[in-house]
């Protein structure tokens, strides 16, 4: 069975500095796995998705994601951080029959003047 | 841009009392879910829902819950005597198709914060 694990709770950075938020997944087989941002009293929005056509996956508002089968990891990246981008971010894995989705606890993203 | 919405945003009952959850899915989408979120925990999926039936359900989901789509706008999540665990925020989603297709994105709505007095 699919899982991920997100190893910050929490993350906080300046503005205009790099986001690093870090995902690692376990699977028997090879994954799709996505990145979801969560606004206050907004709906979870999807920033991207891996699906095993490209490593290096670009999404929305300048994320882009890596993944690295040797480290089984699908870390979230950014170049530099913008107010905007304060946010809840989840890693998330489809099960096996796609018919529903595995979530991450989550990583609060704090961004500071 | 089509969302998903829900109704409404927060839900105040007293434990083992009905209720029902709301959303409007994406008009052309074929295909529901529900999940939910205990405060300090995973989003944790409920069930899923496709041509009128449950595709697939979680341990969570047991004979307390019911879904349903009355019409062809609205799909309903129903508690029929609610738990003080229960309470949570339930998150509503439809993607416009199922399994590996290229279409499967899953658009979800705001939430509704149940709280279970």
């Known amino acids: 069975a699919q899982s991920v694990t997100q190893l910050d709770s929490h993350v906080s950075v300046s503005e205009g500095t790099p986001v690093l938020l870090r995902c690692n997944y376990s699977s028997s087989y090879s994954p799709s796995l996505f990145w979801y941002v969560q606004h206050p009293n907004k709906g979870l929005q999807l920033l991207l998705k891996y699906t095993s056509a490209a490593t290096l996956v670009k999404g929305i508002n300048g994320f882009e994601a890596e993944f690295k089968k040797s480290e089984t990891s699908f870390h979230l990246t950014k170049p530099s951080a913008h107010m905007s981008d304060a946010a809840e971010y989840f890693c998330v894995a489809p099960s096996g029959g796609y018919n529903k989705l595995i979530f991450g606890a989550g990583t609060r993203l704090a961004v500071h003047p | 841009e089509p969302e998903v919405t829900q109704t409404p945003s927060h839900q105040v009952t007293q434990m083992g009392q009905e209720v029902i959850l709301r959303c409007v899915p994406i008009?052309?989408?074929?295909?529901f879910y529900w999940y939910r979120q205990i405060l300090g925990q995973k989003v944790e999926f409920l069930v899923s829902f496709y041509n009128n039936e449950i595709s697939e359900k979680s341990e969570i989901f047991d004979d307390q819950f019911s879904v349903e789509r009355p019409d062809g706008s609205n799909f309903t999540l129903k508690i029929r005597s609610t738990k003080l665990e229960d309470s949570a925020m339930y998150f509503c989603a439809s993607s416009l198709a199922g399994g590996r297709s290229s279409y499967n994105e899953q658009f979800f709505g705001p939430g509704t914060r149940l709280t279970v007095l």
């Open positions: 008009s052309n989408h074929l295909y």
